[in-house]
């Protein structure tokens, strides 16, 4: 019969999954929901936020920073959090330069790369996060 610590251990994995898919998925949305027909160009709702000049980078750089909290709170060493912040930085004073910005956006994926940052410290890949659909 199993211990009460592996169904702690299962649910915990569970949950920690969950919260990369919920990741992962606002990383998509943010850099990469659209493609560009006939390219190989994608880019997301920063993209589009960034259009509006300040309060959009603005908007952008918070929805960013919730990820970043997210991996805070699944426990990762300061060391990545802070790359993870320096990305969001890049990413919001690069995006706030008028019109150059918004192509900076559509090259730059902070989202995606944090994201990569976090399941690289699980040791995972997206095609694992995806295998674990339950």
């Excluded at 560009?36 to 750089?61: E, K, N, W, Y």
């Amino acid at each position: 019969m199993a211990t009460a610590s592996a169904y702690y251990s299962h649910d915990d994995t569970f949950d920690r999954n969950r919260r990369l898919r919920r990741m992962a998925a606002v990383a998509t949305l943010m850099d990469t929901a659209v493609t560009i027909p006939f390219t190989r160009i994608r880019f997301g709702a920063d993209s589009v936020l960034g259009l509006a000049p300040g309060l959009g980078d603005a908007a952008g750089a918070a929805i960013s920073l919730v990820l970043v909290n997210e991996a805070r709170r699944l426990g990762l060493p300061k060391e990545k959090l802070l790359g993870m912040l320096l990305n969001v930085g890049i990413d919001t004073f690069g995006g706030s330069v008028p019109i150059l910005g918004d192509l900076f956006d559509v090259y730059f994926k902070a989202n995606k790369r944090n994201v990569d940052i976090v399941l690289d410290h699980f040791g995972m890949t997206r095609d694992d996060l995806a295998r674990t659909r339950i």
